[in-house]
T-cell receptor, first 111, second 113 residues
Framework: GDSVTQMEGPVTLSEEAFLTINCTYT??????LFWYVQYPGEGLQLLLK?????DKGSNKGFEATYRKETTSFHLEKGSVQVSDSAVYFC??????????FGTGTSLTVIP | KAGVTQTPRYLIKTRGQQVTLSCSPI?????VSWYQQTPGQGLQFLFE???????NKGNFPGRFSGRQFSNSRSEMNVSTLELGDSALYLC????????????FGPGTRLTVL
């Protein structure tokens, strides 16, 4: 069945460091792919998305490219800030138009 | 425009009891989905409602049920609570069904003792 596997956390980085959070997926067909962010005490917010192969989603300095050949959708940011501290979820919309989420990666950015 | 609201925000119950959680979607949104979030499993899809009808269901036991009212508000019920039901229950609303855009509420934290 459809599933998402993402990098285990927690991840701790210094401010202005480069961020990569790995995400790979298993799905039949051509799913849409998403990154969501969850700040403490809040629900998930859509960070970026890509709906077809080679699409690049981007928002707030974050980027992810839909790689069909490697079934990956890694999240990257060139220079993280303290305000980026949150939990990040990779997700796909697959079979039956159902969303499948990864387990989440906690990011802490220290000044 | 107000976001998705969920009530209550926190609940403590004991094993064997039942619980009802409520979700009010963004005004105009007609689809409501429910998810269970646990540290080890991430988010797992429970069910989706659209126009008062369940359109999709995840792999959860029959103890988990839901409904949607004519104003699009939704409730989720869990009967005969088990310790493993302790989780954050998230509701997400979207304008229509089968869309990529869903907006999440802050969740209801359920603790089963």
């Amino acid at each position: 069945g459809d599933s998402v596997t993402q990098m285990e956390g927690p991840v701790t980085l210094s401010e202005e460091a480069f961020l990569t959070i790995n995400c790979t997926y298993t799905a039949t067909g051509y799913p849409s792919l998403f990154w969501y962010v969850q700040y403490p005490g809040e629900g998930l917010q859509l960070l970026l998305k890509a709906t077809k192969a080679d699409d690049k989603g981007s928002n707030k300095g974050f980027e992810a490219t839909y790689r069909k050949e490697t079934t990956s959708f890694h999240l990257e940011k060139g220079s993280v800030q303290v305000s980026d501290s949150a939990v990040y979820f990779c997700a796909l919309k697959g079979t039956g138009n159902q969303f499948y989420f990864g387990t989440g990666t906690s990011l802490t950015v220290i000044p | 425009k107000a976001g998705v609201t969920q009530t209550p925000r926190y609940l403590i119950k004991t094993r064997g009891q039942q619980v009802t959680l409520s979700c009010s979607p963004i005004s105009g949104h007609r689809s409501v989905s429910w998810y269970q979030q646990t540290p080890g499993q991430g988010l797992q899809f429970l069910f989706e409602y659209f126009s008062e009808t369940q359109r999709n269901k995840g792999n959860f036991p029959g103890r988990f049920s839901g409904r949607q009212f004519s104003n699009s508000r939704s409730e989720m019920n869990v009967s005969t609570l088990e310790l493993g039901d302790s989780a954050l229950y998230l509701c997400a609303s979207s304008l229509v069904i089968d869309t990529n855009e869903q907006f999440f509420g802050p969740g209801t934290r359920l603790t089963v003792l």
